[in-house]
């Protein structure tokens, strides 16, 4: 058992809930994933695309998405996180998606105002730049193009309620597994 099973999934969801980054944004295009077992960062693969995560990258300790990886939080911050750290966040929406494996939606968050006053304004889906989700949109189209068998489908962006949805589904479907 790894100490990440100890880290609670939050205190108040969508309001305020924990992230372990493992991609720092706009870093070089490696793409990490935390072993859920011993807590290593684990290099899963070197993107053949010349793209870089355009925001910090982590998923949610103790939830399950239908994936069968927890979820998957973009976390916006004015630097980038070094990766392995854990940070309190609050959503604002999330980006429906599918790939090879399933079902694999995004949550779109942002530091709570504790940790960061800059995104202090922003409390919506609404309140981020339309460039932002475009490019947040168009990395997730195009970052797969260049590996075999691996494609991507990129719905809609929906709102906080529905990314609170996704986040406690996944902590129920952990618990229930």
């Not at 010349?50 to 069968?68: E, I, K």
């Not at 990886?69 to 940070?87: C, E, G, H, N």
């Not at 399933?102 to 504790?114: C, F, M, R, T």
């Amino acid at each position: 058992m790894s100490a990440l099973s100890l880290i609670s999934p939050g205190r108040d969801i969508p309001n305020d809930f924990n992230v372990v980054i493992e991609i720092a944004a706009n870093g070089a295009p490696v793409k990490y994933e935390m072993d859920k077992d011993s807590g290593l960062l684990i290099v899963d693969r070197f993107m053949p695309t010349a793209m870089h995560y355009p925001c910090n990258y982590g998923f949610v300790p103790n939830t399950l998405s239908d994936d069968g990886d927890p979820v998957d939080v973009l976390v916006m911050t004015p630097f980038p996180v070094q990766p392995a750290s854990l940070i309190r966040c609050r959503a604002l929406g999330v980006l429906q998606m599918t790939d090879e494996s399933g079902e694999d939606y995004k949550v779109l968050a942002l530091p709570i105002e504790k940790v960061c006053v800059h995104y202090a304004q922003m409390k919506n889906l609404s309140d981020v730049s339309d460039l932002t989700l475009k490019a947040i949109t168009h990395f997730f189209e195009s970052y797969k193009k260049l590996e075999p068998n691996k494609w991507v489908k990129v719905g809609e962006w929906l709102g906080k309620d529905a990314a609170a949805k996704e986040i406690n589904d996944s902590i129920k479907r952990y618990q229930n597994k």
